[in-house]
């Protein structure tokens, strides 16, 4: 996975100073890469047997479709609010600064389901935990949640105990 991290522009004291982001724009742009990424996640999670892949707006979109179309499975887009026109479950959730709120259909999940939730980045699960939920009152099983890189000093697995994470590279 080293060749992967060398794909990853970390940019310093971005949106904020303090802060290093871990672009991957440079990853997405290379197809070696960006085929490695979906190679590998796609082997990680085929076990799960999902259903469904819900991709969390907006870089999960990235991921989650491309994940899907190889698990044979149906993707799902979990969306800011207003953004979908049909009948929505929504979820208001805490962040560190504030409060955020995600939204998906309510005929989306059919109970029984067996769903992975992608995202690019694992940070403090917030916005993860909240998409489990919502996957949950509809009625579906969270059978995984799905990372390109997880930021460990973060603590986001601790936040998800008890579903399964797979992340492919750890900072």
């Known amino acids: 996975m080293d060749e992967l991290k060398k794909l990853i522009r970390e940019v310093p004291d971005f949106p904020k100073q303090g802060i290093l982001f871990y672009d991957i724009t440079t990853l997405l742009k290379d197809k070696a890469g960006f085929r490695k990424v979906i190679d590998h996640l796609t082997e990680r999670i085929r076990p799960f047997g999902a259903d469904l892949v819900l991709g969390i707006e907006a870089r999960g979109f990235i991921f989650a479709p491309a994940l899907a179309y190889n698990l044979h499975a149906g993707f799902v887009p979990v969306r800011k609010p207003n953004k979908l026109p049909a009948a929505v479950e929504r979820i208001t959730y805490e962040l560190e600064y504030g409060m955020d709120t995600l939204e998906m259909h309510k005929d989306a999940v059919k109970p029984g389901m067996r769903v992975v939730v992608a995202d690019d980045l694992l940070a403090t699960g917030g916005t993860s935990l909240a998409t489990v939920r919502l996957v949950e009152r509809l009625g579906g099983q969270v059978v995984a949640v799905s990372f390109v890189i997880e930021?460990?000093?973060?603590?986001?697995?601790?936040r998800l105990k008890g579903y399964e994470i797979v992340s492919l590279l750890q900072y």
């Open 151 to 158: 930021l460990e000093a973060l603590k986001g697995r601790q």
